[in-house]
């Protein structure tokens, strides 16, 4: 059992800036790969970025390559994604998730979704 709290959501001006974070407790392990996704109103949730605890490569969403960055914090147990260049399109629910399975679908746990509010 994996549980995940999500942080720093907010209300920001097209062009600035938001920090998530992810705190994961309970069985986490350092093969699982933990994931970032958000859903916007009345579309499916999409995937945004993912890594794992261990390291290794990256991935991104096309549309957040260059300005999203996904990290991780090992001692903290902690996932974040730093979000520069804000675009009104990025206004979205943002889900933190962790799993053992693919990049887009490998996921068993989830957070509770923090809004992020982006104006023009």
């Known amino acids: 059992q994996v549980q995940l709290v999500e942080s720093g959501g907010g209300l920001v001006q097209a062009g600035g800036s938001l920090r998530l974070s992810c705190a994961a407790s309970?069985?986490?392990?350092?093969?699982?790969?933990m994931g970032w996704f958000r859903q916007a109103p009345g579309k499916e949730r999409e995937f945004v970025a993912a890594?794992?605890?261990?390291?290794?490569?990256?991935l991104y969403a096309d549309s957040v390559k260059g300005r999203f960055t996904i990290s991780r914090d090992n001692a903290k147990n902690t996932v974040y994604l730093q979000m520069n260049s804000l675009k009104p399109e990025d206004t979205a629910v943002y889900y933190c998730?962790?799993?053992?399975?693919?990049?887009?679908?490998?996921?068993?746990?989830w957070g509770q979704g923090t809004q992020v509010t982006v104006s023009s």
């Open positions: 309970g069985r986490t392990s350092s093969s699982y790969r």
């Open positions: 890594t794992r605890w261990s390291g290794g490569s990256t």
């Open positions: 998730a962790a799993g053992r399975g693919s990049y887009s679908t490998g996921y068993d746990y």
